[in-house]
């Protein structure tokens, strides 16, 4: 049967104590030792994981910063290459424009030069044939029919030189 023996029981919570003492000196105290270091890493890494996160949306406002800068430049260029494409475009017409004007002024002055050199040959078909009018008249003696067949021969000369 079971027996009570006060000093058995005193031994056995005094072992249970020393083994309690052994063990979380050595065990606990390492153990402990463990998880703490293991807490620094988790919170270590944390921190680097915030770090980073900082960093990539550090990162991401440049790289935003940069596009809408890279954006703004291409807007400028493209507003100053259409400026100088409409600068460069009114000077091209103005020049076509003052080449044109150059042109109808010469086409005009030639065409005054024929229409006046026109005149000039007409004035001397009418002279040559008033001077073949005069001519024939001198050499015959004029009568009425003589002056009509003179007249239609004058008109027919004259609207075949036309």
Known sequence: MLSFDLVNFIFMIINVLILFFIAKKFLFGRVDDIIKKREEEIADSYKAADKATEEALASKKEYEDKIQSAEREKAEIISEAARKADTESSRIIGRANEEADKIIKAANDEADN??????????????????????????????????????DKFLKQASHNE
């Open 114 to 151: 024929i229409r006046k050199a026109a005149e000039i040959v007409h004035d001397k078909e009418v002279e040559r044939v008033v001077f073949d009018v005069a001519a024939h008249l001198a050499g015959t003696t004029m009568t009425e029919e003589a002056n009509s067949e003179l007249y």
